[in-house]
């Protein structure tokens, strides 16, 4: 069976993440280690669609694992989205004879995949992205550095904040999501979080866990703000309104995306690489690598779409508990 799969191709789409070099690194080196080709496919779907491809040998691999970013660059593709696109990337796999591809990226990359598997071209997927949205699996690339970048910045906000006894509004990314909001708002002891899970309320959610703060002594205020909650900026001018304090808004922004990746997300990224040449070098296609249970395992690529994530309640409980003291 393995010895049927000889040259496959590997992407990165959507939103890039540390780690996805590591990623790419183990894909081709676990590839060659099969006696299997690899080609890079630059531009995620759109490169697939042009043809925009690059030789990929163990030497064009070295060094990056600890480089942020992508280096087969990330970019996003309407005409992937329309039949015509995506037969267009079914031709491009056929005239370089891959007989299948390694997609790392989102949500979006996997329906991606999910539709390129249906023309018949074998695909695996890889969850990277920092907001750690994929519904399927507990981990995906570039979440531990993404949380870790956001956790380094406010810890040197929250230092000047006390000195000036002063309200900070730090703005993160997750617009449909507050996994990343929620960890690093629990990791810094903040005031307040807000993620677009749970209904915006300031009156509860900020100025109850303001006022209870003060009362209880403190004179610094954290508040952690998802993009997708409400605006980092409209929330510092309600808490100036309403409240009478004069905090300092940040947001950080795509400072989160970059950065060389932690040691937690090299290891994680190449143990999933390795995973997806393993699955199709078995000839198996239309599947998402996942990590589950402490385990990394692979998924009908439908079935982990169809699945729904939710904010650990367990999570949003201890939240609640430890703010506004």
């Not at 890889?126 to 507990?138: A, L, Q, R």
Request: with cysteine.
């Amino acid at each position: 069976m393995e010895n049927a799969v000889k040259r496959i191709g590997v992407l990165t789409s959507g939103g890039d993440a540390p780690g996805m070099n590591a990623c790419i690194r183990a894909v081709v080196r676990s590839a060659l280690g099969r006696g299997i080709e690899c080609v890079g496919i630059r531009r995620g779907w759109s490169g697939l669609i042009n043809g925009d491809i690059m030789p990929m040998d163990s030497a064009s691999v070295s060094r990056i694992i600890n480089r942020g970013g992508t280096m087969l660059y990330t970019a996003r593709s309407d005409e992937f989205r329309t039949e015509a696109g995506q037969q267009r990337a079914v031709n491009t796999c056929k005239l370089l004879g891959l007989d299948g591809v390694v997609a790392i990226g989102g949500d979006g990359t996997f329906r991606g995949a999910q539709e390129l598997s249906k023309r018949g071209i074998a695909v695996v997927g890889i969850p990277g992205t920092i907001d750690e949205d994929i519904v399927c699996t507990d981990y995906t690339i570039g979440f531990d550095t993404a949380a870790n970048t956001a956790v380094e910045c406010i810890d040197r906000l929250r230092d000047t904040m006390q000195s000036h006894e002063r309200c900070s509004v730090v703005e993160v990314m997750g617009r449909h999501a507050g996994y990343l909001a929620l960890y690093v708002a629990m990791a810094v002891g903040a005031t307040a979080v807000l993620v677009p899970e749970v209904p915006y309320d300031f009156e509860h959610q900020v100025v109850e866990k303001i006022r209870r703060a003060r009362l209880g002594g403190k004179t610094n205020f954290m508040i952690v703000v998802a993009e997708g909650a409400a605006s980092g900026i409209a929330v510092g001018d309600e808490i100036r309104r309403e409240l009478g304090l004069d905090p300092r808004v940040t947001i950080l922004g795509h400072i989160q995306r970059g950065g060389s990746p932690t040691a937690h997300d090299r290891v994680m990224a190449t143990r999933m690489g390795v995973e997806a040449v393993r699955v199709l070098a078995e000839g198996r296609s239309s599947r998402v690598i996942c990590y589950r249970d402490g385990r990394i395992i692979d998924m009908d690529i439908d079935e982990g779409l169809r699945m729904q994530k939710t904010l650990d309640p367990e999570e949003l409980a201890v939240m609640e508990t430890m703010t506004g003291v």
